[in-house]
C-alpha cells in the first residue's frame, strides 16, 4: 500500500551514541541496556533503543495514514539489527503497511544509514 509509506531522517547525535560511536542512547532502563548489549552478535554493539523509538514513530505515522485516527503498537513481530547507525549519519526509516486484518495491520520497516561524507548507504535494520 504506497499510499502508507511514510519515510523519517534523523542525524545521530553525541547523546544518542555510546563510547564507540554506535547510536545506543534513548530512555531504557539499565537492566534492557545490559540484556540489548548481551545479545548483540560478536563484534557488534547493541543499536536498539534509540533506533527502536524512530522505527515505533514511523510505523505509527503509517497506520494512521490508513486508519485515518488513532493507533498503538501492539506488538513487535520481528527486529533485525544488521549494522550499527555510526555517530553523524543520517538515519533514513521508512514504514509502509502491508497487510491489514480485522482489527489490526502489519507494518513493515526498513533503517538504512547514510554516511554524509560519502553519500553511501546501507540497510541497518528491518522490523515487522
Do not use: N
Not at 547525535?13 to 537492566?31: M, N, R
Amino acid at each position: 500500500m504506497a499510499a502508507t509509506r511514510v519515510v523519517m531522517h534523523q542525524i545521530v547525535l553525541p547523546s544518542e551514541v555510546d563510547g564507540s560511536g554506535i547510536c545506543f542512547g534513548g530512555q531504557v532502563s539499565e537492566q534492557l541496556k545490559r540484556q540489548s548489549i548481551a545479545a548483540a552478535p560478536h563484534g557488534t554493539a547493541a543499536r536498539g533503543p534509540e533506533v527502536l523509538s524512530w522505527i515505533d514513530i514511523c510505523a505509527g505515522m503509517s497506520a494512521k495514514t490508513l486508519a485515518r485516527g488513532p493507533c498503538v503498537t501492539a506488538v513487535v513481530g520481528a527486529v533485525h539489527f544488521l549494522r550499527p547507525c555510526r555517530l553523524g549519519a543520517v538515519v533514513i526509516v521508512a514504514a509502509m503497511v502491508h497487510r491489514t486484518f480485522t482489527s489490526s495491520m502489519e507494518v513493515g520497516v526498513r533503517v538504512e544509514a547514510e554516511d554524509m561524507r560519502t553519500g553511501q548507504r546501507h540497510h541497518c535494520c528491518s522490523a515487522y
